[in-house]
């Protein structure tokens, strides 16, 4: 099927069209150059840029893929979880699509799309997978045996999500916002070994991650420093940071894996796209032979593509589409892959 794929529930105002697990168009625009000086996302300004970019954006993504709209055979939207005001910028424009063009609607659950969508880069996901999902505002470990209708929680973050961790330590280290892609670039030239930080829930048996004691104790370390009036060696403490953040992940994903006995572990979200991640992840994977998938970065981060790769599985699956009246979920819960 073609299906139209729309994504707002951050900052981010996404587009994509895929046949099946062929990727067509894959179109964004951002509104995070607007939240950058308040060093987070402010939701009424991201509302407000998702009404202004969501045509633009969709013409963009159709022109992209070379199809109309009367092309399409179903629309898909992130439903939840998200910002209520972004969701639904998402949602009424996914309605009248759906509505005005007589096509059936999907409204598809965001994290799960963080899943489906490396089925556009990699084919049909092997039965079962595990999955760990890292992104802004969510870290879990996920056990997938149909990313179409079965997702289970192993296990979750208990205090700050992964990607929110990278971000408020960029933000003590006064690199850019988000943080992550900032901590990955300075950690390239810093030491991993030069400063030992804390591994959160690291022998607990759990698949659970806690990661709001680590960033403590680098903003603690780093006040100290600078109280003693000596330089911040910010590439040392990104590298040292980042180490026992993707040390801990792949430690209890690979755990996982082992014992589901699932021989596939996929990484997804936008602290996928970390460098330092994917090569730890892919060096453990090897050595505990797990195969590793993980989408190219462009991909981890939010995206309509992952929405429209999570819409056609499920048509193709045979699932019966959203209500028109389909809200918008800002808790959408991990277990609810369709509305
Ligand atoms: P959620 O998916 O939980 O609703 P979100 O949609 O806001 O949250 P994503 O776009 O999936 O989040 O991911 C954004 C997060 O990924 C940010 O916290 C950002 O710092 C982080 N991130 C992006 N690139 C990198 C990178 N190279 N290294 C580490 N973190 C990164
Ligand atoms: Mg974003
Ligand atoms: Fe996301």
Same mark, same amino acid.
């Given at each position: 099927p073609l299906v139209l794929g729309i994504e707002t529930s951050c900052d981010e105002t996404g587009v994509g069209v895929v046949r099946g697990h062929t990727l067509l168009a894959d179109a964004i625009a951002s509104s995070v150059d607007e939240h950058a000086r308040f060093g987070g996302v402010v939701p009424e300004v991201a509302s407000r840029a998702h009404l202004e970019a969501m045509t633009p954006t969709v013409d963009r993504a159709l022109s992209e893929a070379g199809v109309t709209l009367a092309d399409v055979d179903a629309i898909a939207v992130? *439903?939840?979880?998200?910002?209520a005001g972004a969701l639904l910028v998402g949602v009424a424009a996914a309605k009248a699509y759906a509505l005005g063009l007589g096509k059936p609607l999907y409204g598809v659950n965001h994290l799960t799309a963080h899943v489906a969508v490396d089925q556009l880069e990699h084919g049909p996901l092997p039965k079962p997978c595990v999955a760990l999902l890292v992104s802004g505002g969510h870290s879990s470990l996920l056990l997938v045996p149909d990313v179409a209708s079965d997702v289970r929680p192993l296990g979750a973050t208990v205090d700050d999500a992964a990607g929110e961790a990278f971000d408020k330590v960029a933000r003590v280290l006064d690199l850019g916002f988000p943080g992550g892609p900032y901590i990955d670039r300075a950690a390239r030239e810093g030491d991993p070994a030069s400063i030992s930080f804390p591994r959160g829930k690291y022998e607990d048996g759990t698949y659970d991650f806690s990661f709001s004691g680590l960033k403590t104790a680098v903003a603690r370390w780093v006040e100290s420093r600078e109280r003693a009036g000596d330089p911040v060696p910010v590439a040392d403490v990104a590298a040292a940071f980042q180490e026992a953040v993707v040390d801990v992940l792949t430690k209890k994903a690979i755990a996982a894996c082992k014992d589901n006995d699932a021989s596939h572990l996929l990484i997804g979200g936008?602290?996928? *796209?970390n460098s330092r991640l994917r090569a730890l992840a892919q060096e453990r994977c090897e050595a505990a032979g797990i195969r590793l998938r993980v989408p190219r970065p462009k991909l981890c981060t939010d995206n309509g593509a992952m929405v429209a790769a999570l819409g056609a599985e499920l048509v193709g699956a045979g699932l019966a589409p959203s209500a028109l009246d389909l809200p918008a979920d800002s808790s959408l819960p991990i277990t609810d892959v369709l509305v």
């Open positions: 992130t *439903a939840g979880p998200g910002l936008g602290v996928a *796209a």
